[in-house]
Each structure stands twice: as C-alpha cells, then as structure tokens.
C-alpha cells in the first residue's frame, strides 16, 4: 500500500483529503503545518507527499525546499486557493511535482496520484 502525507493547516481540507485517500486504498497520514511535515516526511517513508502552500510556522514552499536538501526522489503535489502564475513557478523551484488550484476535482486529483506512484 502506498502511503501519502496530507500537509494542510485546514483541519476540513486534511481531513477531506486524508478520507478520499483512505477510500481509494492508500494509506493516509496528516500534518498541519510545515514543521509537522519536514519531522514526519524525514522520519517516514511516504510514497508522496500532498502540500498546502499557505500555512502558518512553516509554509509549503519553504518545507518543500527544506524536505528536497534531504529527499530528492518522493514526488510532492502542491495545492493552493492562489492561481498565481510566480507562486506557480516558486513552486517548481522549490521541488515541487505538480502544482493544483483548489478546489480540486476529487477524481482528477486521484488520477494524479495514481500517475505520479506508476
């Protein structure tokens, strides 16, 4: 089974998407932040990691760039409320793998996973 950390500070965000992958057969873990992320990312074996970018103590793009010095290899899918082309681009920058506007249709997001794991 494939294990996937969900990164947002949105307790109904993570939740929904922790659910919507346990539903599809993947096991599902939650961080709220950044710093929770980079400790559970660095300690655990995730197969892929689901990021909000717009979180306190620690956002998505600086753990992205935090978690790369350590783990080049574990694709990681940024999803945001900001369609922003520069944020796009800080994104890829930082490590990024995939970038999604939320609200993000749940099938399309399922496809991406499933393309991203093989």
Do not use: W
Request: proline share 3%.
């Amino acid at each position: 089974m494939k294990k996937i950390l969900v990164v947002d500070d949105s307790p109904v965000v993570r939740n929904f998407h922790i659910n919507l992958l346990k539903k599809e057969g993947f096991v599902a873990e939650g961080a709220l932040d950044g710093v929770m992320a980079l400790e559970k990312a660095l300690t655990a074996n995730f197969d892929l990691i689901l990021c909000d970018i717009n979180m306190p103590t620690m956002d998505g793009l600086t753990f992205v760039k935090k978690f790369r010095e350590q783990e080049k290899e574990t694709p990681v899918i940024m999803i945001t409320t900001v369609e922003e082309h520069s944020q796009k681009i800080q994104s890829f920058d930082a490590g990024a793998n995939l970038y999604l506007v939320k609200p993000i249709n749940k099938q399309n997001l399922i496809e991406h996973i499933k393309l991203m794991l093989g």
